[in-house]
Structure formats: C-alpha cells, structure tokens
C-alpha cells in the first residue's frame, strides 16, 4: 500500500474535513503518498486527483462542507463509467481508497471492488446517523445541535405568541436527528419514520395541553414521516383546531453546514485515522465505526443493508418528560 486517494461523496457533512485531514496525515505518516479526488466518483471518471501533503490540510478541521468538494455520479453507476474510473485510478497508480460518506458511496465502493479489485474503506459521514456498525457518523452531533440552537429560538416566539410549531428536520428515511434534538429542546412529541404516528394521536395530545393551559407546543417532525411532512400535518392540526394558531419552520440544509463540534472533529479524526490504518493491515470493503467506544470494521454490505433502529429508550425520554399522560 504505497499510494491512496481519498475522497468524500454524497451529502456534505460537518466534519468531512476533519477526516480528509485524519486520512491524509495518516497515510503520510506511514510514509504514503496520498492523493485527493475532487467531486468524488465524478471526479474519479473525470481524472480530477491531486496530490496531497501536510499542508494541504492544514487549517481545515475547523471547517464545514468538504475542501474536496462532493457530487452525486449517475455516469458512476453504469458499469462504463467505473470502467473509466479505474482507467483514472490505475493512471495514477493508487493501491486503495479512503471514502468518506453514506449508503450511496458504500454502495459505489462496493461495485468497484468486485469488478476491479481496489481495496477501499469507508469512513461513515452523513448527519442522518443511520448507517449500521457504528453508534455516530460524522456530523450528527453537529446537525443535531444546529437544531436545538434553532428550536431555542423558535420556543421564544411560540411562547411570546402562545403558538405551536411544528418544526421539520433532515434525516432521509430516519429520525435520528429528530429525536435527539427533540429530546434536548424539551419538545412535546417527535414524529418519526420509525414509528407509526396517528394523527389523532397528535389530535389528543395538542387538546389535551390546550385544555390544561400549556401556552406553547413544540413538535419535531422527521423529514421521512410516513403520514406526511410538517406542513402536511400542520394543515390537517388547524383543520381539526381552529383555535391553535399553528406555525411551520422547515429547517432545512442549514444543518448540513457549520463549524463542526468538538464531538464530530474527534470522530472524524479517529476515523480518518482509522480507514488509512485499516488499507494498511489489508482491510478491504469495510467501514470503520465506532461502537461502545471501540473502533469497529464493518462489511460494506452490511452497513447498507442492515438496518439501525432507534432505542426505545430515546422515544420513552420524550414520551415521559413530555408531563403527566394526557387523558385517553
């Protein structure tokens, strides 16, 4: 393992940079060369590498997005397209890869090592914290607080209004972010993909706090609820209570951006790290994670198929903190 490249693929995330320089720096140290792909997989086709050293990544750990840039690959996904990536990847003579992102990326990885046999390992950096075989991906910690600096602020208004709102975050098909970020902005309920939410459910609930004087509601929806988005459900709540004056904030990709916590920077840089180290002991179609603490390697496949459930025990915090039950 002489030479590597590195590159981020897919959504952005906090703290993809702090792992680009865990990667780098990792590879020089074992006396590597290492190069950066711009634009990820379309960039591989395109031939967009560029050697790398100390200084490349220098300055960066504090920074959101990606230095190497990031962009989903349709030509990639054809079996033509790897072919010309591995044209590039043998140009340049690179002996494995480092390849930070989510499903999609392990997916891609994936294909180009049964069809051309390079080595990659895969660092999980997506904020939807729903990868499998590790506890946190980079840039959930930062995502999540990035919402409770917004529902703090939301929470001044709906109180000095007597207002609920109903605020939508990001997450694809999980609710990971919604749930830690209602749990720590105190709010009334979560709405998750993961659990079936009924609307007369919500129905109940709202009267119910309506009736014993609450002056305020905040109610986190996933951006994958299955019974709809936020202003789906928020129509159908004024609909049914007229009195309530309802309010929608769909948060948005401001989550994705931002200076990354102290939480993601040291994630990301362990597994930075942690991919180069796993190239050099001869790991190949894994992803590195970390799980009670422990750095774990994890089949690619597995990490795309398996899934990740919420703890029951997230959804019970807001459940029994949310006050005493409302009346059946």
Not at 137 to 166: M, P, Q, S, W
Not at 182 to 202: K, V, Y
Not at 213 to 238: F, L, Q, T
Request: neutral net charge.
């Amino acid at each position: 393992m002489k030479r590597i490249a590195v590159l981020t693929s897919g959504g952005d995330a906090p703290g993809m940079n702090a792992c680009i320089r865990g990667a780098v720096r990792a590879g020089l140290y074992y006396g590597m060369e290492v190069y950066g792909i711009v634009r990820g997989y379309d960039g591989m086709i395109n031939d967009n590498f560029i050697e790398m050293d100390d200084r490349s990544v220098s300055n960066i750990i504090q920074k959101g997005g990606t230095i190497l840039k990031s962009a989903r690959s349709d030509e990639f996904r054809t079996k033509e397209g790897r072919a010309k990536a591995y044209e590039n990847i043998k140009k340049h003579g690179i002996d494995g890869l480092v390849v930070i992102g989510g499903n999609g990326t392990f997916t891609g990885a994936g294909l180009f090592y049964d069809e051309f046999k390079i080595p990659c390992v895969g660092a999980p950096g997506t904020i939807d914290n729903d990868l499998y075989g590790t506890d946190f991906t980079i840039g959930y910690d930062t995502a999540v607080n990035t919402c409770l600096a917004a529902i703090d602020k939301i929470r001044d208004t709906a109180d000095a209004h007597e207002r609920c709102f109903f605020i939508e975050v990001m997450g694809r098909d999980t609710g990971y972010i919604a749930v830690r970020s209602a749990i720590a902005g105190g709010a009334e309920m979560a709405i998750l993909p993961e659990e079936h939410t009924d609307i007369e459910d919500i129905i109940k609930r709202l009267k119910y706090g309506t009736s014993d004087s609450k002056a305020s509601h905040i109610i986190i929806v996933a951006e994958g609820e299955k019974s709809g988005r936020a202003s789906d459900i928020a129509n159908e709540v004024k609909e049914r209570i007229p009195a309530l004056d309802v309010k929608v904030t769909i948060l948005g990709h401001v989550q994705r951006g931002g200076a990354p916590t102290a939480a993601d920077r040291v994630l990301a840089s362990r597994l930075g790290l942690a991919a180069v180290e796993g190239l050099w002991n001869g790991q190949t179609n894994v992803m590195a994670g970390i799980i009670n603490r422990n750095l774990i390697y994890t089949p690619f496949q597995e990490t795309i198929t398996k899934k990740k459930p919420i703890k029951d025990e997230l959804t019970r915090i807001i459940e029994v903190l949310n006050g005493r039950k409302y009346q059946e």
